[in-house]
């Protein structure tokens, strides 16, 4: 299970509509996907359409030491979970801060599931603040993605969030976090300067930055109300396809890579003959 942290300290970038989309179009490409929702405000947990019930968040585990397994649930989607999200996790932000480790126990949290094998990625939902539960996500993650706004102010917070992964790698809480992608959300190809942003992150961050661009539709606004994802709610849209693109492209960069560390480990021809 490889856990990618879908984080931004900007509120309002598309995170949540990311986290829930992505991991909807990847359990539809049938990879066993969990989703966790780490932001009090539960809108991943709502926009699934699934209530939230005391005792049956990631806050029991996380503060009460009860067992991750029994928060899982399943949704309507037959390869997908969650580990819902309740208001009571905003108290984790003092608790956790009280405990020794705060920064590794989400870490402590998901070694279970990443054990069981029951899943091939956990994507976590983070909340729109550098606090406990945002940097426990990114201590916690193999990967992070992050959600920027094609508009001005969205690179102003790209640079903040790469200094706090250069923190989390340096402090030693997470030395093998990766930086691996930047998605834009919520483009409108009427406004000139959404053309300008999407080129600008193009050029300064070319190696991560997704060809996917999710565009800003009315349905991936509405989705969440009628608690369904949207492939869900209009399976064929612009907003559905978009963020089927961006799954595919998700899975296909994960391929490249396999295939690019398995080319490095076995030497080629060549340099095999000569050895
Ligand atoms: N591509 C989009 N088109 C239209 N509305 C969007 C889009 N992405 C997100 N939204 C809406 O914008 C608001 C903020 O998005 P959200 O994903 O909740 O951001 P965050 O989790 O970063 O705070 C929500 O009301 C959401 O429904
Ligand atoms: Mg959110």
Redesign the pocket.
């Known amino acids: 299970m490889r856990i990618v942290a879908i984080s ?1 300290q ?9 986290a829930l989309n992505l991991a909807a179009c990847l359990s539809q490409l049938g990879v066993r996907v969990l989703l966790v929702d780490l932001d009090p405000q539960a ?1 991943a947990t709502s926009g699934l359409g699934l209530a939230q019930e005391e005792g049956g968040s990631i806050y029991s585990a996380l503060v009460e030491g009860a067992d991750p397994r029994q928060a899982i649930r399943s949704t309507r989607l037959p390869n997908l979970s969650i580990i819902r999200s309740h208001q009571e996790l905003a108290g984790c932000e003092i608790e956790l801060a009280q405990s020794g480790n705060h920064l590794g126990r989400l870490k402590d949290v998901l070694t279970p599931l990443r054990e069981s094998g029951h899943f091939d990625y956990a994507i976590l ?1 983070t909340p ?1 603040s550098l606090g406990v539960l945002m940097t426990g996500a990114l201590a916690a993650a193999d990967e992070l993605l992050v ?1 920027i706004q094609c508009e001005y102010f969205g690179l102003e917070g790209l640079s903040k969030i790469v200094s706090v992964v250069q923190q989390i790698r340096d402090c030693g809480a997470n030395p093998n976090l990766v930086l691996e992608g930047i998605v834009m ?2 483009y409108d190809s009427r406004a000139n300067l959404a053309n300008q942003v999407v080129n600008d992150v193009r050029n300064y961050f070319a190696e991560i930055c997704y060809q996917t661009v ?5 349905r ?2 509405e989705a ?1 109300s009628f608690g369904k994802s949207i492939i869900e709610y209009e399976y064929s849209g612009r ?1 559905a396809q978009a963020y089927r693109a961006l799954a595919e492209e998700f899975l296909a960069r994960r391929s490249g890579a396999a295939q690019a560390a398995a080319a490095e480990e076995s030497p080629a021809p060549a340099e095999a003959a000569a050895a």
């Open positions: 931004n900007k509120g309002g970038v598309g995170k949540t509509t990311t809108n939902d729109p959600p959300t919520m999710i565009p800003r539709t009315v991936l606004g969440p907003g």
